[in-house]
């Protein structure tokens, strides 16, 4: 007769116990029973959110109900096992059933802690961890204009996104000094603030809640620096409490703040009971990631079938993407007191990128580190730190960006037996064996190793080992855009345009899988837009915020307005046209690098009307927000200036006009200088022209920013048609050959054969493609059309320039200071002795 396991609860961790041991016992020497309180098997509660952004809750289930029942496992949803009775060895359920077990596995998970503040009991306060919760939080959501998340770590801030993007008006309150407090040091934590507040959601750092103000529901909060914030709705998300109640009545040991007590053999005090995942307490500490779970349940599977194995603590090295940012952190964060350990620090608030090495004192041993901005380095520096290889003499070239020589490790450089995959325990050979058995993508890689199906933090490393794996045995890998096609940026605009394929969905419906994500959707949008030419707000759920609303979203959640002014040249009229405007909607205003005129703080729901006037005195769209051909700067050439040679400011403003609103992988800039003293500095330009006593220079690929690139020489003393004529060929053929987001400047860096490449195509037509890369930028050019004024022109468009999604109230927590005349966006203090937080 077959021994019956109880599993209480099916959540991921009971689940993935399930699933090892259905795998394991080929003997058929178990039968499971499990019970959930939950009114559905496990789902993937690490990829929650995206229920938000359209998953269902079966495409979140860890298996489907005919699973179970395949692999003869019983499963009750909906049923609370209420008690256990240790002496009978059986199991009380809500529904009155009585189930003995020979073997018992706690898997009951954690809660969501909720602090004891008076007034948390209030309508409008949310918890996020079930479906069940984001459905709440969702129908709330419908009625309410902001919403404040507690608590400032990993969770809090992706309830912050998630509130957001319902169209709330966010704000994140932490009890600590920084956010991520566990995770990130102060630098970092100022760093990620910074960010997260650019991207339209208010950070509040040291705020003790002490009370929840309103009548039955949540009208503010209050804080015991006696300021208030008035909200609408709340999402507490303070931390997790292990699910012990059931332990603690059936006199198991628990910890003195909570947790199952177990030993390494995930054995609690009693000899038949194992407690596994977010319930456990090993050695003082709960973890609360899956990983740690999915390899305490590969333990205890192998345990029950007679196995040597034992958990040994868990690395708590995490990697997520937070509001659209990487953060990732791994082993020490702080050179421990008096270890002589030394701290590499690359922190560059321009850029948003803030990377730490915490180093041994004799340089050779990684023992931990801080990504935010940028953590490709993430997976080569957990096979250091994990593998404890050996570090390169000068470590900090393992942060620096690729650009500077950077000496990331590579798939080549990571052993065989170093572990990939945390959560499923696959290494490296695991993966290269089943490329060698036919596993040709990434898909196949996952459904085969289970690689990557977790909490997903190995993906990116997974991919580059396949790469090179596939690449060692002579097989060709296409730069797949994402998880969701197959195919590079490249393919799939070959196949937008050979197929006439005009929207995301049709798309991703005939070429890809699933429902996209914030890599391909933009990514996609921009093909779309530039090959059929039509604005952007036809894709515009496929866009960041900036293309959401034609314009770029500043740190206090306003927007600016920058109209065209070709070459930077402007007439009186006009430029009063623009003081008047600026003046009646009291909008900041400055001149930009591209020479032309940027009217900052506008809200929302002004910017139509204000675009309606702009436009109406004669003004177009300047595409400061798309990827899109930006400026084209001049001097003023031989009409004013004495040494110039040719007329620079009419070629800039034809050309400007030219390939305006032109859609591409990235911002374009261009530059015209009428002689060789080169005041437009037209090469840190994408594409700069410098004139000559012949004719023009071209030069390509150059750009300014955060690692200036000067442009190459391209063609010398060429005449204005011929100009032309290249500059077309070469924008088409960046527009269509360039990955996603890559610069003119990156691309030609990763250009087989680079400039001569480049040259042989545009200049001697090599590959025989110039006739068709001229007319398609013809057609581009012929289809102009200014999108602001189709934007207004549209009732339908118009409905999205609204403050919140659900009312059209104005955003009233916009504050502003007056600086030098102009206005200015309050700070935090300012705010709070205006209106938003109330004394
Ligand atoms: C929004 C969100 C994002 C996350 N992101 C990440 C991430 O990026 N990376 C990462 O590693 N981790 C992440 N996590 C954490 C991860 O989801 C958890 O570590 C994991 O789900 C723990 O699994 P578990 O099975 O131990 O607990 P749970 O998933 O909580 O499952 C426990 C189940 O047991 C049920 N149960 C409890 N008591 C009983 C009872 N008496 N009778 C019957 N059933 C009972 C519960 O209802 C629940 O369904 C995230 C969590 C959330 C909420
Ligand atoms: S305008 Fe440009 S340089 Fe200035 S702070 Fe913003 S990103 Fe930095
Ligand atoms: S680049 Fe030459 S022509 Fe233009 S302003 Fe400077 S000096 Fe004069």
């Not at 998300?237 to 947790?259: F, H, N, Q, T, Y």
Request: net charge negative.
């Amino acid at each position: 007769m077959k021994e019956r396991i109880i599993v209480i609860g099916n959540g991921m961790v009971g689940y993935k116990f399930c699933e090892r041991l259905v795998s394991k016992d080929t003997a058929k020497r178990y039968q499971i029973v499990t019970f959930c309180e939950e009114p559905r098997p496990a789902y993937d509660r690490v990829h929650l959110s995206e229920y938000f952004s359209g998953k269902s809750a079966d495409d979140l289930a860890m298996a489907k109900f005919n699973w179970y029942e395949d692999n003869g496992v019983e499963l009750h949803v909906n049923e609370l096992a209420t008690s256990i009775d240790r002496k009978n060895k059986r199991v009380l359920t809500a529904a009155g059933k009585v189930v003995p077990y020979d073997k018992l596995i706690m898997a009951t998970g954690s809660s969501p802690f909720v602090p004891p503040v008076p007034g948390i009991e209030k309508k409008g306060v949310f918890v996020y961890r079930t479906i069940e919760d984001l459905e709440a939080i969702k129908a709330y959501a419908k009625n309410s204009k902001t919403c404040a998340v507690i608590g400032g770590g990993l969770l809090g801030l992706e309830a912050a996104k998630a509130a957001q993007d319902l169209g709330l008006k966010t704000h994140v309150v932490e009890f600590a000094p920084r956010l991520m407090p566990r995770q990130l040091d102060e630098d970092a934590g100022i760093m990620l603030k910074d960010i997260i507040e650019e991207r339209g959601i208010q950070v509040h750092l040291n705020k003790a809640t002490k009370n929840i103000a309103g009548e039955d529901t949540v009208s503010a909060m209050e804080f015991s620096d006696d300021s208030k914030l008035p909200v609408d709705m709340i999402i507490v998300s303070a931390g997790i409490r292990p699910r012990d109640e059931l332990a603690k009545e059936a006199g198991l040991e628990v910890g003195e703040r909570g947790g199952i007590q177990v030993n390494s053999l995930l054995l609690t005090s009693d000899p038949h009971i194992f407690a596994i995942g977010e319930c456990a307490l090993y050695e003082g500490m709960i973890y609360g990631l899956v990983a740690p779970g999915y390899q305490m349940a590969d333990a205890v599977s192998d345990l029950l079938l007679g196995k040597e194995a034992s958990f040994e603590g868990a690395d708590m090295s995490t990697k997520l993407k937070l509001i659209g940012t990487d953060v990732a952190s791994f082993g020490a964060i702080e050179a421990p007191a008096d270890s002589g350990a030394r701290e590499i620090v690359i922190n560059d608030p321009h850029s948003k990128l803030y990377k730490k090495l915490v180093v041994s004192a004799d340089g050779k041993t990684l023992l931990g580190g801080i990504l935010v901005g940028d953590a490709s380095a993430y997976g080569g520096l957990l096979q250091i730190y994990q593998n404890g290889l050996v570090m390169p003499p000068e470590p900090i070239q393992l942060i620096l960006p690729a650009s500077e020589g950077s000496a990331a490790m590579g798939a080549h450089d990571i052993p065989s037996d170093a572990q990939i995959c945390s959560c499923e325990s696959v290494t490296k050979g695991d993966l290269c064996d089943a490329i060698d058995n036919g596993c040709g993508s990434i898909g196949e890689l996952k459904a085969c190793t289970k690689a990557g199906t977790g909490c997903g933090g190995c993906v990116p490393l997974m991919t580059d080992i396949f790469k090179a794996k596939m690449k060692e045995n002579g097989v060709v890998v296409s730069n797949r855009l994402c998880e969701h096609f197959d195919h590079s940026r490249t393919e799939l605009y070959q196949i937008i345009r050979a197929t006439g394929i005009q929207t995301f969905e049709e798309l991703i419906k005939k070429h890809g899988t699933s429902l996209g994500c914030e890599v391909c959707k933009p990514a996609v949008g921009s093909i779309l837009a530039s090959t059929w030419n039509k604005p952007i707000l036809e894709h515009a759920q496929l866009q960041d915020t900036n293309d959401t609303f034609l314009a770029n979203i500043q740190q206090d959640g306003t927007y600016s307005v920058i109209p065209r002014v070709p070459g930077g040249e402007i007439t009186p009229d006009k430029l009063i046209v623009i003081g008047q405007v600026a003046k009646k909607y009291d909008l900041y205003m400055k001149f930009t690098g591209g020479q032309r005129i940027d009217m900052l703080g506008a809200r929302v729901d002004q910017l139509p009307s204000i675009w309606k006037e702009l436009i109406d005195a004669g003004f177009e769209s300047g595409h400061a927000y798309g990827k899109a051909l930006r400026t084209v700067k001049s001097c003023v050439g031989s009409s004013w200036c004495r040494f110039g040679v040719q007329d620079s400011t009419t070629l800039a403003i034809d050309v400007e006009n030219r390939y305006r609103g032109i859609r591409s992988p990235h911002k374009i800039k261009g530059g015209v200088s009428g002689c060789a003293r080169e005041c437009s500095e037209a090469r840190s330009k994408d594409f700069g022209i410098i004139a000559t006593e012949k004719g023009w220079n071209l030069y390509v690929c150059g750009n300014g920013g955060m690692n200036p690139r000067h442009a190459d020489l391209f063609a010398t003393d060429i005449d204005r048609e011929t100009l032309i004529k290249y500059i077309d060929r070469f924008l088409m053929y960046y527009i269509k050959t360039a990955d996603k987001l890559e610069r003119t400047a990156t691309w030609m860096t990763k250009l087989d054969g680079g400039l001569k490449h480049l040259q042989d195509v545009v200049i001697n037509d090599s590959l025989g493609i110039c006739d068709e890369l001229e007319a398609q930028m013809q057609q581009l050019i012929d289809t102009f059309e200014c999108e602001w004024t189709n934007a207004i022109n549209d009732p339908e468009k118009m409905k999205r320039f609204r403050s919140f999604s659900n009312t059209d109230d104005k955003d009233d927590s916009i504050h502003f200071v007056k600086v030098r005349d102009q206005i200015s966006p309050a700070r935090l203090n300012e705010t709070a002795e205006e209106t938003a937080i109330a004394q």
